[in-house]
């Protein structure tokens, strides 16, 4: 199956500072990417979706200025927490659909934020 | 909206016996997608098995097999010969044949495999 990496694995961070995170399709064009959130013993929650090119689109009660989404490239899509508090600490999973064959998700391998 | 449930937050079966992870979902759409994806402890999603509406045939992948009742709007996962590497969250997943792509999660059930 097709990879998809996601950079850091692990970040710790102070209260106010950002964070970026990085996903990438390592074996194919994903011209979508999605962004989740999951909380402890919980389901993972769609926060946005990154197309390529073009503004993400944000689901119901996701801040845009705190959590940025940059999609500048057809394998890289980037997430930058911002000012980020102790509230936004939990796993971040990113995925990319490839279209067309099985019309595939295929996830990242998940960032755990703690914010200190 | 569409919506997915499942029922059993925890389930547990025998090495080598059988278990059904129960799913249902709602919507009133008649082409999409069903998706059971694996979280074992590693938090890395694993595809499991996939079921496309307009099939009536029952999807199998190995010792995985559904049973797709679509006008009960339900999708069940069998697991045979149940082995310790299935021990993971197992999450029911609905895709909109509409929509960008995303997917919509149940709350996930948590299979335990006893030795």
């Known amino acids: 199956g097709a990879v998809v990496s996601q950079h850091p694995s692990r970040v710790i961070c102070k209260s106010g500072t950002s964070v970026k995170i990085e996903c990438r399709s390592l074996d194919f064009q994903a011209t979508t990417m999605f962004w989740y959130r999951q909380f402890p013993k919980q389901s993972l929650m769609l926060m946005a979706t990154s197309n390529e090119g073009s503004k993400a689109t944000y689901e119901q009660g996701v801040e845009k200025d705190k959590f940025l989404i940059n999609h500048a490239s057809l394998t890289l899509s980037t997430l930058t927490v911002t000012s980020a508090h102790p509230e936004d600490s939990s796993f971040y999973i990113c995925?990319?659909?490839?279209?067309?064959?099985?019309?595939?998700?295929?996830f990242g391998p998940g960032t755990r934020l703690t914010v200190l | 909206a569409q919506t997915v449930t499942q029922s059993q937050p925890e389930m547990s079966v025998q090495e080598a016996e059988t278990v059904t992870l129960s799913c249902t979902y709602d919507t009133s759409e008649s082409d999409y997608y069903l998706f059971w994806y694996k979280q074992p402890p590693s938090r890395q999603m694993i595809l499991v098995i996939r079921q496309e509406a307009y099939k009536q045939q029952n999807a199998t992948e190995n010792r995985f097999s559904v049973n797709f009742q679509k006008a009960a709007k339900s999708f069940s996962l069998k697991i045979s010969d149940s082995q310790l590497g299935d021990a993971a969250m197992y999450f029911c997943a609905y895709r909109s044949e509409l929509s960008q792509g995303n997917l919509i999660f149940g709350k996930g059930t948590k299979l335990s495999v006893k030795p």
């Open positions: 995925s990319a659909w490839r279209r067309g064959g099985g019309n595939e998700q295929f």
